[in-house]
């Protein structure tokens, strides 16, 4: 399953996820060519957000091996609130 950022999922450890994005990792990485030596794939996801995202402190990062192994149905793509500003009128 591919797992994408701005999703909530089912995790079989924390219940309801929120996936905020997928990383790559490289070793080196060559600014000029656009490309480099990949190290790894790392999900940053929360299990404690509300409707503008995640609450702070709360954020995980694991593997994405690590988290494939858990991952449940994808539940639905997370539409986070624009905060509204209160202005002196």
């Not at 990949?38 to 402190?57: E, F, K």
């Not at 994405?64 to 858990?70: A, K, L, W």
């Amino acid at each position: 399953m591919r797992v994408t950022g701005n999703t909530i999922y089912e995790h079989d450890e924390h219940g309801a996820v929120l996936v905020l994005d997928v990383h790559h990792v490289f070793d080196e990485y060559d600014l000029e060519t656009g490309s480099g030596e990949l190290h790894s794939r790392v999900v940053r996801y929360t299990s404690n957000w509300d409707d503008y995202g995640p609450m702070p402190g709360s954020i995980q990062v694991t593997s994405t091996d690590d988290f494939r192994e858990q991952l449940g149905d994808q539940l639905r793509t997370f539409e986070p609130l624009e905060p509204q500003a209160e202005t002196d009128e």
